[in-house]
Nanobody, 125 residues
């Protein structure tokens, strides 16, 4: 059973940075598609980034391109989300998610079947 545990959220001022981590267990990490999603109060959940663990290819939402970087450490079964130049619009609950299959092409919606518990990110003015 795929289990995902996030860490690294917190509060930061606008312009600051945070790094989120997601460690997976119970599946073959290197054969999966892993992603980060976020949900702000009163808004729908949105995908932030995804990465193909076997290939290292990544995809980003337009709202975070150039500011966020998704990466992986296969030895640690961990995916990271480095978030720079944060703005209050980045505030929300961030979730790690994944599934043991190839990532969909960028133009398709990623619908993972396993989710972490979420970690809160709060960016103040």
């Amino acid at each position: 059973q795929m289990r995902l545990v996030e860490s690294g959220g917190g509060s930061v001022q606008a312009g600051g940075a945070l790094r989120l981590s997601c460690t997976g267990s119970g599946y073959t990490f290197s054969d999966s598609c892993m992603g980060w999603f976020r949900q702000a109060p009163g808004k729908e959940r949105e995908e932030v980034a995804r990465i193909s663990t076997p290939l290292g290819h990544s995809f980003y939402a337009d709202s975070v391109k150039g500011r966020f970087t998704i990466s992986q450490d296969k030895a640690k079964n961990t995916v990271y989300l480095q978030m720079n130049t944060l703005t209050p619009e980045d505030t929300g609950m961030y979730y790690c998610a994944g599934e043991v299959q190839a990532c969909p092409a960028a133009r398709f919606t990623f619908r993972p079947n396993a989710w972490g518990q979420g970690t809160q990110v709060t960016v103040s003015e």
